[in-house]
């Protein structure tokens, strides 16, 4: 029987109903939900009982699935699934990753060569107060954007590194990053992209960014490149675009990151937990026929 499809926001987010991802999927169900994937960008699926191996596994159907470089917060034996979160061992020391501060809006795929990913996060615990996941859609946000910024990025390249973003990490919030080695640091190279780009499965139009990874767009100054990467976020997470998913045990929630940005809520649990298993597969969008 065909799962079920309940669009959450009219510019991405949908919701699949039916779906048991315990159970081994078909081709032809699979199938169903990379449609879904592709037309909604953000998927959510509820009510799972997921181990990590069977995360790994569904993973593994998207494409090849990248391992954290956070060893410390991989869960036991599946260095594909990290944990993320404000759990702590039993000696108080973190075991999973806290973005404490949220607001910060990104795709996954920015500090790679190949950016087509999808990210998921399945809700092993969640606090009563706090802890959504917002996500604004990148081939709606160039849809609407303004001739004239339009004209300022069309056929641009943008330039992002990872070391800028984990400069500000450290600047802002300590602990959520760790400090590179030289050594380290020359192992993140620039990754040049076209900041405008055509979707390779959808055909759509969108802007690729991520502004705390940013270097430079164009020939515009390195200011000048970070206002305009804040004044796209701007447009696209403008009020009324944006889908807040607030989360139950239980959730499996994924995305495209190339059609869609996301941000973390602040950590403000008032005292609750929360946890989430965390995984993420480079997709094989080759061997995906347009849609
Ligand atoms: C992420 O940015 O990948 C995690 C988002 C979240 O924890 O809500």
New binding site residues.
């Given amino acids: 029987m065909p799962f079920g499809l309940k669009p959450l926001h009219p510019d991405l987010g949908v919701e699949i109903t039916g779906c048991d991802l315990s159970q081994p999927l078909s081709d032809a169900e699979f199938n169903e939900i990379l449609g879904a994937y592709y037309r909604y960008a953000v998927v959510v699926i509820r009510g799972q009982n997921l181990s990590a191996e069977a995360q790994v596994a569904f993973l593994r159907r998207f494409g090849t699935p990248k391992i954290s470089q956070r060893k410390e917060f991989h869960v036991p034996g599946v260095p594909e699934i990290g944990r993320?979160g404000n759990t702590r061992h039993a000696d108080g020391t973190p075991s999973a990753f806290l973005?404490r501060f949220?607001n910060l809006w990104?795709n996954?795929t920015a500090s790679d060569e190949h950016i087509d990913g999808v990210?998921m996060?399945y809700c092993v615990k969640t606090p009563e107060v706090g802890?959504?996941?917002l996500f604004a859609s990148t081939t709606r946000a160039y849809e609407t954007l303004p001739d004239e910024l339009k004209a300022r990025i069309d056929g641009r390249q943008v330039v992002h590194n990872f070391n800028k973003h984990n400069d500000y990490l450290l600047a802002k919030n300590p602990g959520s990053a760790k400090p590179l080695s030289a050594e380290d640091r020359a192992k993140w190279s620039d990754r040049v992209h076209a900041l405008v780009q055509t979707h390779p499965v959808t055909g759509k139009r969108l802007f690729f960014i991520t502004p705390t990874l940013v270097k430079t767009i164009g020939d515009y100054s390195e200011p000048e490149s970070e206002r305009l990467a804040n004044e796209l976020v701007a447009h696209a997470t403008r009020p009324g675009a944006v889908l807040r998913h607030k989360w139950q045990v239980g959730d499996l929630v994924f995305w495209d990151n190339r059609a869609s940005l996301?941000?973390?809520?602040p950590a403000n649990y008032q005292g609750g937990e929360r946890l989430?298993h965390?995984g993420y597969s480079y997709v094989d969008v080759a061997a995906h026929a347009p849609r």
């Fill in positions: 993320v973005d949220g990104h996954d990210t996060l802890g959504d996941t996301h941000s973390a809520s989430m965390r």
